[in-house]
């Protein structure tokens, strides 16, 4: 494949989307928020009453999802038709996801959704196995980590941001036993991909980071 794409993968809160976002924009390039389609997923299962151990059941859902990602100034996730934008937002609806999201055969059944988001100009996909599994040819591959306190508490102010409560304390927990879930399972745990330029957020604003990981794209 020709098309462009610059991977962008690590663990949660340590700046990815707001930082994939921005380079996407920068770049004029498609955007994959491959976490917004796991969390989809969870969403589905909780309105279908699909259990979360329910590997074969949940596969089937993913395949069958209707789910359609809207682009513009403000923009918005359709699943079957009703947005559901706000609903995955929450460490309830990510916790869950990340408990399916260790099943082989849904992350099977979700790949070709995910590479369908490969279209010119260009794409920068955010994720945990974006630079490993779904787009291992990918010429631009970014790793972004941050320590643990920077990045539940960057989670915490975000979500405050939009309104929602939750205890830092609480967050801390559960954004540490999520990320050791998903480093940990056996199929696309989170890990660098050998040929990824890493890059810790840690000290760095958010401008800072967008333009390390744009001079990985145009110093290339
Ligand atoms: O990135 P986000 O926090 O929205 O992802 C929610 C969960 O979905 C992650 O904790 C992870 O378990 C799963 N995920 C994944 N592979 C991806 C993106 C997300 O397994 N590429």
Redesign the pocket.
Known sequence: DTIPVLTI?GP?GAG??TTARAVAARLGWNFL???????ALAVAAMDRRVSWEDEAALEALAESMDLVFEAGPAPRILLWNNDIGRR?LTEE???L??????FPAV?RALLDK?RSFRRLPGLVA?????GT??FPDAPYKIFLTASAEVRALRRYNQLKEKGIDVSLAHLTEEIEE??R??RE?QT?P?RAAEDAVVIDSSDLTVDEVIEACLSVVTSH
């Open positions: 993968d949660s990815k989307g928020d491959s976490g917004a389609i796991y969390r995955i609806c990510g916790n996801a990340s408990k399916m999201a260790a992350r995910q955010d994720g945990r196995d974006m599994v779904v999520r990320d879930r998903d399972r696309a989170l």
